[in-house]
């Protein structure tokens, strides 16, 4: 049990800011171990996002919550899915070999793919949120953290599903360019359902919006995994941080939509 907590904070430490005890220590294949609760770490995010939003909009009108809920997520993990998001944006955005979009996702510099893509994910996340905001305010506020939770796990799903495309030998992380176990990817889909569960409970109304989410996650997913497969070949860091966006963006538009019907 130790162990297992040892994992999460370690998970929690390599994606956000937040500070563990020192007695938590580090071996490198702990961190590809705490692969399984990266979906946990996206609810400690989400959490603190939602929370953000819910005191920012006892303030300030929902669009000035929204950002400061964004800024809030992007300041605690210091824009680390974002900037994957970019990278991946800039490598994947034009018609260019395997190797050679390789090599653009390791420059550190913004290219103007990167650039639109971070402009337009983050935008309709901005303007999914506002509708949420608007229409339902604890619907909102659950959305957030759902959706920072499942998408997490979509990355998890492609570190069993592919191989390594970059070298792994110069990896940022090198743990994580190595496939993850299929009890390490069950812990994660695990967390999904948990959280699943608790949304319907908390929100039985809204059960059509849930499954929903879940299948338009499940869809972008699989997506990410065919366009890497067949782009690359497999994954990279870079890869793993712009699925989570994709999918986390991808979750608020299908709750956002399905509140419009139901």
Not at 57 to 75: E, G, H, K, Q
Not at 133 to 162: E, G, K, N, Q
Not at 184 to 212: E, F, H, K, M, N
Not at 232 to 256: C, F, H, K, P
């Amino acid at each position: 049990m130790l162990h297992h907590l040892r994992l999460f904070l370690i998970a929690l430490q390599f994606f956000t800011r937040v500070p563990i005890p020192r007695w938590v220590g580090f071996q490198p294949e702990w961190l590809q171990q705490s692969a399984r609760y990266f979906p946990l770490v996206g609810a400690v995010v989400g959490a603190w996002s939602a929370c953000v939003l819910w005191a920012a909009l006892l303030v300030f009108p929902a669009t000035v919550a929204v950002v400061l809920a964004m800024a809030a997520s992007v300041w605690l993990t210091g824009g680390f899915h974002e900037d994957g998001l970019a990278d991946t944006c800039d490598g994947l955005g034009g018609a260019v070999s395997r190797e050679r979009a390789l090599e653009i996702m390791k420059d550190s510099r913004l290219g103007s793919y990167g650039a639109l893509g971070l402009v337009f994910v983050l935008g309709l996340k901005a303007a999914a949120l506002l509708g949420l905001a608007d229409a339902d305010a604890t619907l909102a506020l659950v959305a957030i953290v759902w959706s920072h939770l499942a998408s997490r796990a979509a990355p998890v799903w492609l570190m069993h599903a592919l191989p390594y495309a970059g070298d792994a030998a110069h990896a940022k992380a090198k743990p994580l360019a190595t496939q993850i176990s299929g009890g390490g990817l069950v812990v994660a889909l695990g967390s999904v359902l948990v959280a699943s569960v608790v949304w319907a409970w908390l929100l039985p109304d809204d059960i059509p919006l849930l499954l929903g989410a879940l299948l338009t996650c499940a869809g972008l997913t699989f997506y990410m995994q065919s366009m890497l497969d067949r782009r690359l070949g497999g994954y990279t860091g870079d890869n793993l941080g712009a699925t989570q966006q994709v999918v986390e963006v991808g979750a608020l538009l299908a709750i956002l939509g399905l509140a419009t019907v139901f």
